[in-house]
């Protein structure tokens, strides 16, 4: 299953990228209104392996999970994952360059499950499509309101 979201945020591609790792700020405040992280382990972000117990609401219900940083390219892209027994996920934060005040944002996210148990909530998921299409987009677009907020007022 993928879902995936693209924009163009009116800010030099250094200044979101410095606020898609702004690690510490996910850890305080969560990411926009989807979820809330915590820190586990002894690796510390921005360090690759860190890793953070997320919460986030799901079909009405809170549901948690986990997330290590895979990969993180300056100023190009950030790299989520989380293998469990039931799933394998992957969140590619993607940033293009496109001149000296805008960058292209591309998100993908990329499910598969391994179990059963994985598969019905894959397809309740595939159900309900349209909702987390709109929620993701929303919350994006919040994101990017932000981010164009916080770059015009520095």
């Known amino acids: ?70 990969q993180l390219v300056q100023n190009e892209s950030v790299v989520l994952g989380n293998g469990s027994d039931k799933f394998d996920v992957e969140a590619c934060f993607n940033l293009a360059k496109l001149d000296d005040e805008n960058t292209g944002f591309a998100f993908e996210l990329n499910a598969s499950a391994k179990t059963i148990t994985g598969r019905l909530i894959i397809q309740t998921m595939q159900l309900a499509r349209s909702r987390i299409e709109k929620k993701l987009a929303a919350d994006f677009e919040t994101m990017r309101d932000r981010m164009e907020a916080g770059y015009h007022n520095t």
Not at 10 to 24: G, H, I, K, Q, S
Not at 27 to 37: A, I, Q, R, Y
């Open 1 to 70: 299953m993928k879902f995936d979201y693209k924009t163009t945020i009116n800010v030099p591609v250094e200044f979101a990228y410095a606020r898609l790792t702004d690690f510490d700020k996910f850890e305080k405040d969560g990411f926009g209104n989807m979820s809330k992280f915590t820190p586990v382990g002894d690796i510390s972000a921005p360090k690759i392996g860190a890793k953070w117990k997320v919460r986030s609401e799901f079909q009405g219900r809170q549901r948690s999970f986990s997330l290590q940083l895979r």
